[in-house]
C-alpha cells in the first residue's frame, strides 16, 4: 500500500482512507458491510444483535410495522445454532422470517403475497424491501399487525427450534410445511416469501 494511493478524510474519532480509483464508484454503492474480525475487543454480543436487528428490519419493512430490534432473544438464536444447521447467520434470520411471516393471519398473508406479485424480484434486495415498505404501509389488513402480535409469536419460536436439524433451511421449510399441511393455500404463499427472500434459488427444489 502506498499513502499516495489513497484520500485522507479526517472523521471525529480518526482518519479514514479511500483508494483514489475507487472514488467515482463510491456514488453506486447501497450498502457496506464491515469485517469486523480482529477489529472489535468483544464481537459475542455483535453477531447476536445483528441476527435480531435483520429480522426487525426486514420483517418491519414486509408488514410496514415499526418493531424493536430486540424482537428476538439470545436464547433462541442460541437454539437456532445449538440444532448444527445455523452457523450461517443468514440462516438463523431466514428461519427466524419465515416462521413469522408463515404465522400471520389468512387476510394478511394474501395481502402480502400481492405485494410480493406486484413487486416482483428483480432489483436490488435493498430496492424491493423499500418497495415493499412503502406498498405494506398503505394495506389495511396489515395496520394491525404490530409490536404485541409479532411478539407473542416471537414467543413460539422456541418449541419451533425443536423442530429443526442439521440440515438448517432445508428444515425449516419441511417443519412449516408440515405445521400448515391442512392450508391448502400455504404452499404457494410460502414458495412466494421464499423467492422474495431467495430471489436467485431454485425455490421449488
Known amino acids: 500500500m502506498r499513502r499516495t494511493d489513497y484520500l485522507v478524510i479526517k472523521l471525529g474519532s480518526g482518519r ?51 418493531l424493536p430490534e430486540g424482537l428476538i432473544s439470545d436464547q433462541i438464536i442460541y437454539r437456532f445454532r445449538g440444532t448444527g444447521g445455523f452457523n450461517n447467520d443468514w440462516d438463523t434470520v431466514y428461519g427466524v422470517l419465515m416462521f413469522m411471516l ?43 399487525l404490530d409490536k404485541s402480535f409479532f411478539s407473542e409469536l416471537a414467543g413460539k419460536l422456541k418449541e419451533f427450534t425443536d423442530l429443526l436439524d442439521r440440515t438448517g433451511r432445508r428444515s425449516v421449510d419441511r417443519a412449516l410445511a ?27 427444489r
Open 16 to 66: 479514514a482512507y479511500v483508494r483514489r480509483d475507487s472514488v467515482s464508484r463510491i456514488r453506486s454503492v447501497e450498502g457496506i458491510i464491515f469485517d469486523c474480525d480482529g477489529v472489535l475487543i468483544d464481537v459475542r454480543g455483535s453477531y447476536n444483535r445483528a441476527i435480531s436487528k435483520s429480522v426487525a428490519y426486514i420483517l418491519g419493512a414486509m408488514t410496514g410495522c415499526i
Open 102 to 144: 408463515s404465522g400471520l393471519p389468512r387476510e394478511a398473508r394474501g395481502r402480502l403475497a400481492r405485494i410480493i406479485e406486484k413487486i416482483g424480484s428483480s432489483g436490488s434486495p435493498s430496492k424491493r424491501l423499500i418497495l415493499m415498505r412503502r406498498e405494506a404501509e398503505k394495506e389495511a389488513a396489515l395496520r394491525f
Open 178 to 204: 408440515e405445521i400448515h399441511g391442512d392450508d391448502e393455500d400455504f404452499p404457494a404463499f410460502y414458495s412466494l416469501i421464499r423467492g422474495f427472500l431467495h430471489p436467485t434459488e431454485d425455490v421449488g
